[in-house]
């Protein structure tokens, strides 16, 4: 599933292709996909203008003029890109056609994004966004205000993690990443996550996530970027999907281990992550 920094790519690079373009018409090839699509979706997008682009932890917010907000999040499978082509695959779910040509594709094999409409002035009462935790790439997210997040946590800090509810927008590989670089153990107790732990813990997520960023997220399966391309961070993974191989810039000897905790792959040095 596309985490945060893949739909971080995506939204900068939506942002420069269609920030203050037109929307001309809509093609909305099915009624549904993880859950119902807004009946009159294609109608209330049908000539409005794209002011700009935003981010809630995995959610893409793209606000329009006139007050409204096309909520979309990508699921295990979705695409998001932009071309000048008239048609495209099997896959397709919906189209929006622009003024000066461009065509934003949603694609989704497996159907498991989604897509809503919501009014931008109640944007954080809306049911997808309203439990949603502190973004970990906010001014104010740091060691302190982590704490204040796991300090009644009796769950695996790794847990804790891809709680929405704590923090938006982690999701496996990057929590286990941010983990080996903060030297904690994924089976730790949340709450006992404070103090140092807390501070070295939120710079690794931050540091993860900006190296993600800047290689254009991670592509394992589905995931490409707006403009089609690839991300690259998965050539700099340190311990995710790397079971068995050896540990960067650690003399454990055991290399990489993978656990899973949840019916989720852990990938961890058992040496350097206490």
């Not at 949603?132 to 704490?147: H, I, K, S």
């Not at 891809?162 to 938006?168: E, H, M, N, W, Y």
């Not at 991300?231 to 281990?257: I, K, L, S």
């Amino acid at each position: 599933m596309p985490e945060l920094p893949e739909v971080e790519t995506v939204r900068r690079g939506l942002a420069a292709r269609l920030a203050g373009r037109r929307i001309t018409h809509v093609t909305v090839r099915r009624a549904d996909l993880r859950r119902p699509l807004p009946p009159d979706m294609g109608q209330a997008l049908t000539g409005r203008r794209l002011q700009g682009f935003a981010r809630r932890g995995k959610y893409l917010l793209a606000h329009l003029d006139g007050g409204r907000v096309l909520i979309v999040h990508l699921g295990m499978s979705g695409r998001l890109s932009v071309d000048d082509a008239p048609s495209g695959g099997a896959h397709e779910h919906v189209v929006l056609h622009f003024d000066d040509g461009a065509v934003l594709r949603y694609e989704d094999h497996r159907r498991f994004g989604l897509m809503d409409l919501a009014d931008a002035g109640r944007l954080e009462e809306h049911d997808l966004l309203r439990h949603m935790g502190p973004e970990p790439l906010a001014p104010d997210f740091d060691g302190p205000a982590l704490a204040t997040r796991l300090h009644a946590k009796d769950t695996p800090i790794k847990a804790a993690l891809l709680d929405q509810r704590v923090i938006a927008g982690l999701g496996n590989i990057y929590v286990c990443e941010a983990l080996f670089h903060a030297g904690l153990s994924p089976r730790r107790r949340a709450g006992s996550v404070q103090g140092r732990r807390a501070d070295r813990l939120a710079g690794a997520i931050r540091d993860v996530l900006d190296a993600a960023i800047a290689a254009g997220g991670s592509s394992l399966r589905d995931y490409v970027q707006a403009s089609g391309e690839l991300g690259y961070f998965q050539h700099r993974f340190a311990v995710y999907d790397r079971a068995d191989q050896p540990c960067p810039g650690c003399d454990c000897g055991a290399g990489v281990r993978r656990i899973v905790q949840s019916g989720r792959s852990t990938f961890y040095c058992a040496k350097r992550q206490r």
